[in-house]
C-alpha cells in the first residue's frame, strides 16, 4: 500500500521561505517521478512541480525561479524549497507519483498571511 507523508508547512509572512518533505513507501520511489501539488479552496488540485528519477525538474510558471524540487533516493523522501512566498501560494501541499496514484496523503497546510 502506497503511504505519502508530507510535513514542513506552516504560517509564514509574504516573501518568506518554508521547507516541504515528503516520505513514501509502497513504491519503488527510486524509479519514479514524483511531484508536489496543492489544492486551495475552492479550487482543483494542481501540480506545481515535478522531478523525474534521473532528477530532472519542471515547474508550474507561477512557481518558477521561487520553489525547488529535490529527491534523495535513499530515503524515498521528496522536498519543495520555497522562497519568496506570495498570498496566492497558499494551500495544502502534497507529494505524489507523476503521474499520481490514487493514494494520497493528508498534506500539509502552507498559508502566507501578514
Known amino acids: 500500500q502506497v503511504q505519502l507523508v508530507e510535513s514542513g508547512g506552516g504560517l509564514v509572512q509574504p516573501g518568506g521561505s518554508l521547507r516541504l518533505s515528503c516520505t513514501a513507501s509502497g513504491i519503488i520511489f527510486s524509479i519514479k517521478a514524483m511531484g508536489w501539488y496543492r489544492q486551495s479552496p475552492g479550487k482543483q488540485r494542481e501540480l506545481v512541480a515535478s522531478?523525474?528519477?534521473?532528477?530532472?525538474?519542471n515547474y508550474e510558471d507561477s512557481v518558477k525561479g521561487r520553489f525547488t524540487i529535490s529527491r534523495d533516493n535513499a530515503l524515498s523522501a521528496v522536498y519543495l524549497q520555497m522562497n519568496s512566498l506570495k498570498f496566492e501560494d497558499t494551500a495544502v501541499y502534497y507529494c505524489?507519483?507523476?503521474?499520481?496514484?490514487?493514494?494520497w496523503g493528508r498534506g500539509t497546510q502552507v498559508t502566507v498571511s501578514a
Open positions: 505524489n507519483r507523476e503521474p499520481p496514484t490514487e493514494y
Open positions: 522531478i523525474t528519477s534521473s532528477g530532472s525538474t
